[in-house]
């Protein structure tokens, strides 16, 4: 079945500690995206990905990094500047080029930070 | 700047009832708009995609259709059932170059329906 995997889909830190996130996806979409949910807010963009080697910064990219080493492959990491990282976290990806460049979303991952 | 409004923010109704949800934009010059359902704790599923030069669309029980002019969208769901109860969730994408291919969000309606 072809979609978005990330795991783990919860993850528990301590404060001051990096932590990675995964996402994989098996649609051959060039784009990939993380967003962030937060309650009683709108989803918001951290980081953004056209290509393999190069990404660009959403809204909220303070204290996130990522990297796009892979097509299939766009891992998020939350650093320890990141000063609220408890949410819950989306990746989702697109076709780009002509078209709709319609989102396809993953079952994101809720890390809690303690 | 584009923002994107749901009202209501929850909305509770019976079994088998039509209903319509509502998605207002500021700025009419839109690409596109896409219509999500999000389960509790869940990542979100696309329902319906509108072009801009497209009036509606249509997928089952659901029919999204888009008015530019009035800066409006609705989804439209015929006979609900309890398994409809979700968030659902709109996004406007202002064009198909660069950063304006970025979707903006409106908070969701939250729709529980009764058996």
């Known amino acids: 079945d072809g979609g978005i995997t990330q795991s783990p889909k919860y993850l528990f830190r301590k404060e001051g500690q990096n932590v990675t996130l995964s996402c994989e996806q098996n649609?051959?979409?060039?784009?990939m995206y993380w967003y962030r949910q937060d309650p009683g807010q709108g989803l918001r963009l951290i980081y953004y990905?056209?290509?393999?080697?190069?990404?660009q910064k959403g809204d909220i990219a303070e204290g996130y990094s990522v990297s796009r080493e892979k097509k299939e492959s766009f891992p998020l990491t939350v650093t320890s500047a990141q000063k609220n990282p408890t949410a819950f976290y989306l990746c989702a990806s697109s076709i780009t080029g002509t078209g709709s460049y319609e989102q396809y979303f993953g079952p994101g991952t809720r890390l809690t930070v303690t | 700047k584009q923002e994107v409004t749901q009202i209501p923010a929850a909305l509770s109704v019976p079994e088998g009832e039509n209903l319509v949800l509502n998605c207002s934009f500021t700025?009419?010059?839109?690409?596109?708009l896409q219509w999500f359902r999000q389960d509790p704790g869940k990542g979100l599923t696309s329902l319906l995609l509108i072009q801009s030069s497209q009036r509606e669309q249509t997928s089952g029980r659901l029919n999204a259709s888009l008015d530019k002019s009035s800066g409006r969208s609705t989804l439209y769901i015929a006979a609900s059932q309890p398994g409809d109860s979700a968030t659902y969730l709109c996004?406007?994408?202002?064009?198909?170059?660069?950063?304006?291919?970025?979707?903006?969000w409106g908070l969701g309606t939250s729709l529980a329906v009764n058996p």
């Open positions: 990905s056209q290509i393999v080697n190069d990404f």
């Open positions: 996004a406007a994408r202002k064009s198909n170059a660069g950063n304006n291919r970025k979707l903006i």
């Open positions: 700025d009419s010059a839109i690409y596109n």
């Open positions: 649609l051959n979409h060039d784009a």
